[in-house]
């Protein structure tokens, strides 16, 4: 995928297009600068798996869980890597990430990815988001092989 989005609601119905196709075990992976979309694409992903709060980022407090309306889910784990620097696999093994990939039936979504590409499986899907102007966004998604 390869799309440029006009606006941040049209962002948000990326992800929420996204969102209501995935499946147990999903792992996906935001890479991209500061407001090129990252957290309005995860809320859209939450309407998609029919979560009806109110996602906001979890920078400071690193994780955020929701509960996933939908059959066969369980939750919808939100990541955010922003703040770290050092240490960040260790950090997100404190989290208890390995357990939540293992339940099987969560999805999982990082943002900031890229700062620690160690602990990601083949099953992950990544978003590199770029900032194109003050409402327009490209998103490019793929999977390393």
């Known amino acids: 995928m390869d799309i440029i989005t006009e606006n941040a609601?049209?962002?948000k119905e990326v992800g929420q297009k996204i969102g209501s196709d995935l499946d147990r075990g999903q792992i996906i992976a935001l890479t991209?600068?500061?407001?090129s979309g990252k957290t309005t694409f995860v809320q859209g992903l939450a309407l998609g798996l029919g979560i009806d709060k109110t996602l906001i980022s979890p920078t400071f407090i690193?994780?955020?869980?929701y509960r996933i309306h939908r059959n066969g889910l369980d939750k919808l784990y939100h990541i955010d890597l922003y703040r770290l620097d050092n240490n960040i696999t260790s950090e997100i093994v404190n989290l208890g990430f390995s357990?939540?990939?293992?339940?099987?039936d969560n999805v999982?979504?990082?943002e900031w990815a890229d700062k620690t590409k160690d602990i990601f499986t083949k099953n992950t899907t990544w978003f590199e988001f770029s900032y194109i102007d003050e409402s327009?966004?490209?998103i490019i998604s793929y999977r390393v092989k």
């Open 9 to 11: 609601q049209q962002t």
């Open 32 to 35: 991209g600068e500061l407001g």
């Open 62 to 65: 690193l994780m955020r869980q």
């Open 99 to 104: 357990e939540i990939v293992e339940a099987g």
């Open 108 to 110: 999982i979504v990082v």
């Open 136 to 138: 327009k966004r490209r």
